[in-house]
C-alpha cells in the first residue's frame, strides 16, 4: 500500500465521502477551517490531488458543465479509502515529535539581553491570548452547532495544549526574572 503524506491525507479525506473538483476542496478547506490545523494551501491542492492520482489513490473525469467549463471532478478509488484508514491508524496511534520555531528560539536566547527575551516572552503571551480567544469561541461554537466529537477535538486539544503552554511560559518569565535579577 503506498505511504502518503499528511497534507496528502488531508486532501484524501475530502474526497473520502464524496467526488469533488479542486474549487470545491478549496471551499470545505475554507469551510471547516482546515488552514487552522493543516499546511493546505491554495496552490497545493492541484499539486497534491495530481499525485494521489498518480499514486491511483483517486480518479479523475471531466464533468461539462453548461455555460462554463470543464472541470476535473475527483473521486477516490478502493486503493485510496484502505491508504487513508491505514494512515488515519497511524495517525492517532502515535505521538510523533513535532517540530516548532518556538524551540529554535529557546536555542538561542543567550544572543539576546534577558531584558528583551522577557519582552519577547510577554509579545508571545499577548499573541497567544488572541489565539486561545479564538479557539475558546470556535469550541463554543462547535458545541452550539451540535458538532460532532471529533470536530469539537480539532479546537479543543490545541486550546488546551496552548492553555499549558502559556503557564509554561509565564513561570519560564518568571525564572528568567529571578535567575537575571530583572
Same mark, same amino acid.
Given at each position: ?35 487552522? &490545523? ?55 496511534? &502515535? ?88
Amino acid at each position: 500500500m503506498p505511504r502518503i503524506s499528511d497534507l496528502e491525507a488531508a486532501i484524501l479525506g475530502l474526497l473520502y465521502d464524496e467526488p469533488q473538483y479542486g474549487y470545491q476542496l478549496e471551499k470545505t478547506i475554507e469551510g471547516w477551517g482546515m488552514r487552522n &490545523w493543516t499546511q493546505i494551501g491554495f496552490s497545493s491542492i492541484y499539486y497534491v490531488l495530481k499525485k494521489l492520482e498518480k499514486k491511483e489513490l483517486v480518479k479523475s473525469k471531466l464533468e461539462k458543465v453548461e455555460g462554463k467549463p470543464s472541470r476535473k471532478v475527483f473521486t477516490i478509488t478502493d486503493l485510496g479509502r484502505n491508504t487513508m484508514k491505514e494512515k488515519l491508524v497511524d495517525l492517532i496511534s &502515535w505521538n510523533k515529535k513535532l517540530i516548532n520555531p518556538f524551540d529554535l528560539g529557546l536555542a538561542y536566547l543567550n544572543y539576546l539581553e534577558p531584558q528583551k527575551v522577557v519582552e519577547c516572552l510577554e509579545n508571545y503571551l499577548e499573541s497567544a491570548q488572541g489565539r486561545i480567544k479564538f479557539l475558546e469561541s470556535s469550541v463554543k461554537m462547535q458545541e452550539e452547532l451540535d458538532a460532532p466529537y471529533y470536530v469539537v477535538a480539532l479546537f479543543s486539544r490545541p486550546l488546551t495544549s496552548l492553555k499549558t503552554e502559556t503557564e509554561w511560559v509565564k513561570k519560564f518569565i518568571e525564572k528568567i526574572k529571578k535567575e537575571e535579577n530583572l
